[in-house]
């Protein structure tokens, strides 16, 4: 069965830090390309990180230098630091996992075809 399994969201002040954790299935995990996304209400789904299975990261400019994604073999987990949190930065945080796109693992919900139910990230000023 392949499925995600998010985890570690709440309600933090600015500048605080979170850390999520999705729990992947042997088959979800083995995909090419893993990645978090969020999605505001009102929004439309926007990628916040990738990571293909050497490792490699793509970031969304707008966490550079705040997130650090990262992924754990032994327990097959993906996990999202996110730090100096930002009241933008609030949005249901989902998990996803997919096949290579033409040029990588790129930063495209319409890539991901596996996702979590999601978890809830909420930064107040």
């Known amino acids: 069965q392949v499925r995600l399994v998010e985890s570690g969201g709440g309600s933090v002040q600015a500048g605080g830090s979170l850390r999520l954790s999705c729990a992947a299935s042997?088959?979800?995990?083995?995909?090419?390309?893993m990645g978090w996304f969020r999605q505001a209400p009102g929004k439309e789904r926007e990628g916040v990180v990738t990571?293909?299975?050497?490792?490699?990261?793509t970031y969304a400019d707008s966490v550079k230098g705040r997130f650090t994604a990262s992924r754990d073999n032994a327990k097959m987990t993906l996990d999202l630091q996110m730090d100096s949190l930002k009241p933008e930065d609030t949005a249901m945080y989902y998990c996803?996992?997919?096949?290579?796109?033409?040029?990588?693992?790129?930063?495209?919900?319409?890539?991901?075809?596996?996702w979590g139910q999601g978890t809830q990230v909420t930064v107040s000023s």
């Open positions: 990571i293909d299975r050497r490792g490699t990261t």
């Open positions: 996803a996992a997919g096949p290579y796109g033409g040029s990588g693992c790129r930063l495209l919900a319409r890539s991901f075809g596996v």
């Open positions: 042997r088959s979800a995990y083995n995909a090419d390309c």
